[in-house]
Nanobody, 123 residues
Framework: QVQLVESGGGLVQAGGSLRLSCAGP????????MGWFRQAPGKEREIVAA????????YYADSVKGRFTISRENVKNTVYLQMNSLKPEDTAVYYC????????????????WGQGTLVTVSS
């Protein structure tokens, strides 16, 4: 397992934007799919978006399609989540994690969960 560090969260008004970042060790980052997850108070953690190791394939939960964009820069060992048109229901702690592939990401991730980054969207 590796330690991934999330950043970029904050307080934003509805309709606003944020960009989250997730950094990991280079030797284990570029070979794996990466995913963003979130957990709202009182709810289970859910997958938000995922991206293949090359960046050529992506997945989005229906609730964020058209508003969020996942991307990665393997040379910087970083994956991003650009969040636009934010809604109060996007309020959650956001986490990143690795997976063997996009397809398996919803069932199994490879690393212990980090502290995440809190996103709060006010109405």
């Amino acid at each position: 397992q590796v330690q991934l560090v999330e950043s970029g969260g904050g307080l934003v008004q509805a309709g606003g934007s944020l960009r989250l970042s997730c950094a990991g060790p280079g030797r284990t980052f570029s070979s794996y799919a990466m995913g963003w997850f979130r957990q709202a108070p009182g709810k289970e953690r859910e997958i938000v978006a995922a991206i293949s190791w090359s960046g050529g394939s992506t997945y989005y939960a229906d609730s964020v399609k058209g508003r969020f964009t996942i991307s990665r820069e393997n040379v910087k060992n970083t994956v991003y989540l650009q969040m636009n048109s934010l809604k109060p229901e996007d309020t959650a702690v956001y986490y990143c994690n690795r997976g063997e592939s996009i397809a398996t990401m919803t069932r199994e991730t490879l690393d212990a969960w980090g502290q995440g980054t809190l996103v709060t969207v006010s109405s």
